[in-house]
């Protein structure tokens, strides 16, 4: 299987474990997630967690 696209994480954040968000790195160490979604989805206290899953999250497909 071979993809175009460049490896890039997508996880769940929080409940949610339906939204499939796009991962990416934020700056702040001492927050307990290292990836948070690109769309801003969640708070600060909920965990994210990766899946090797398709992003679904039309508002991270958009961005
Ligand atoms: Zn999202």
């Not at 939204?19 to 702040?28: C, D, N």
């Not at 769309?39 to 991270?60: M, Q, S, T």
């Amino acid at each position: 299987m071979t993809t175009k696209k460049p490896a890039s994480s997508a996880g769940t954040v929080g409940d949610d474990i339906l939204t499939v968000h796009a991962l990416v790195k934020r700056h702040q160490p001492d927050l307990a997630s290292r990836y948070w979604p690109a769309c801003g989805a969640g708070k600060d206290d909920d965990r994210v967690f990766e899946w090797l899953r398709r992003v679904n999250c039309p508002d991270c497909l958009d961005i």
